[in-house]
Structure formats: structure tokens, C-alpha cells
């Protein structure tokens, strides 16, 4: 199983900053053949179903705000959060689709500090 | 638009079933694969299992292997899971998902509400 480890487990950040949230996994994602990384990030906040934010690890879903950006390939990626803001606060999770079983990293707060 | 509603919460004994169903409408339901996802405190989020709602095929993670079902009801665009012999461990939330395409969409772009599933004797 391709294990997904996140950082840092929570983090808080000011009004209008930047929020870096880091995810490695224990093996490649990076399909060659399509030249794509098999990662999606998803937002969940309390008391709600996850929301998927990003999927190959950088296209952003239909709606979701230009602040958030994916980056990264092979096993290091990054979820970017610009600005801010308040309705942000949510624990976020990456997932690799790369291979059978699909599995998910421990996730990571984000607070207002 | 897109919708995924699940049945309500579940409380379980030990050793029992639960059947969870998901009502998909906003889509043909015919057209996208549902997967199960739990959510529990200590594990976090846990991938069960897919199903194909045209072929009725499945497949399962391997810790879920012959406890978990999965079925649908095309007529009614609903899919089903099913486990068995639960265990205090297998309180959680469950959320059919839906695939968001064939081939290399394998990520999730719609979720149920989820359903509480507690086990306690």
C-alpha cells in the first residue's frame, strides 16, 4: 500500500497569509504514460463531507477559488493556500489514485492565528 | 446538480450487519463507479471499496474483503454496502463517493452526507 504522510498535522495563519501544507507518499504517483501525478487534495470542514479540491495534483476543480494551488510530483507535494481567508478553516487531505488501495494522509488543520 | 443522499444513522451490536444505501440523482447513475469511504477518529479516512453500477463488478480493499458488499439498484439509481460481522472498530462515518470519470479519473468529485455506523454492545 502506498502510505501518504502529511505536514505539519496543523497549522494556524493570520488573515491574508499564506498556508503551505506538505504531503510525500512512499512511492511514485507520476503515471509516465499519461505524464500525470495521481494526487487530489480535498477539503473538509466540521461537521461536512470532504470537498475535492485538486486532482492530478495541480488541476483545480470546477468552482474552487484560484488562492488555492497544487504543486509537486513524483512522492512531494504541496497544497498552496494565498490570502487567507476565514471560511479556509478546515482540516485538508491528500490522496493517491495511483494505485489499488486508495489511500488518504492523516490530514491537516488550518486555523486563524 | 449533483447529489448523493445516504440513509441515516446506525447503531450496531457487535457481531451484527448494516446495510448503508446512497441515493444518487443530478446524473445517470449508470455512468459513474461509487466507492465507499469511511471516516473514523483514530484512522482518519479509509478507501473500502469500488463498484460498477453497468457490470455490478467490485473490488475491495484488502481489510475489508469478504465482510463488505457492495450491490446497486439501477432503477432507482441507488447503490448499496453491506458489512458484516462488525466489531467496535468499524464505528464510523461512511460516504459513498462518486468516480469522477472512466480511466484515469479515479478521484472523487461528489460526496454523500455520510452515516454514522456505531457499534456498541
Known amino acids: 500500500d502506498i502510505v501518504m504522510t502529511q505536514s505539519p498535522d496543523s497549522l494556524a495563519v493570520s488573515l491574508g497569509e499564506r498556508a503551505t501544507i506538505n504531503c510525500k507518499s512512499s512511492q511514485s504517483v507520476f503515471d509516465n504514460s499519461y505524464n500525470k501525478n495521481y494526487l487530489a487534495w480535498y477539503q473538509q470542514k466540521p461537521g461536512q463531507p470532504p470537498k475535492l479540491l485538486i486532482y492530478?495534483?495541480?488541476t483545480r476543480e470546477s468552482g474552487v477559488p484560484a488562492r488555492f494551488s497544487g504543486s509537486g510530483s513524483g512522492t512531494d507535494f504541496t497544497l498552496t493556500i494565498n490570502s487567507l481567508q476565514a471560511e479556509d478553516v478546515a482540516v485538508y487531505y491528500c490522496q493517491q489514485f495511483y494505485s489499488v488501495p486508495r489511500t488518504f494522509g492523516g490530514g491537516t488543520k488550518v486555523e486563524i492565528k | 446538480q449533483v447529489l448523493l443522499v445516504q440513509s441515516g444513522a446506525e447503531v450496531k451490536k457487535p457481531g451484527a450487519s448494516v446495510k448503508v444505501s446512497c441515493k444518487a440523482s443530478g446524473y445517470t447513475f449508470r455512468n459513474y463507479d461509487i466507492n465507499w469511504v469511511r471516516q473514523t477518529t483514530g484512522q482518519g479516512l479509509e478507501w473500502v471499496g469500488w463498484m460498477n453500477p453497468i457490470s455490478g463488478n467490485t473490488g475491495y480493499a484488502q481489510n475489508f474483503q469478504g465482510r463488505a458488499t457492495m450491490t446497486r439498484d439501477n432503477s432507482i439509481s441507488t447503490a448499496y454496502m453491506e458489512l458484516r460481522s462488525l466489531r467496535s472498530e468499524d464505528t464510523a462515518v461512511y460516504y459513498c463517493?462518486?468516480?469522477?470519470?472512466?480511466?484515469?479519473?479515479?478521484?472523487?468529485?461528489?460526496w454523500g452526507q455520510g452515516t454514522l455506523v456505531t457499534v456498541s454492545s
Open positions: 492530478w495534483a495541480s
Open positions: 463517493v462518486r468516480r469522477a470519470g472512466l480511466g484515469h479519473l479515479d478521484y472523487y468529485d461528489h
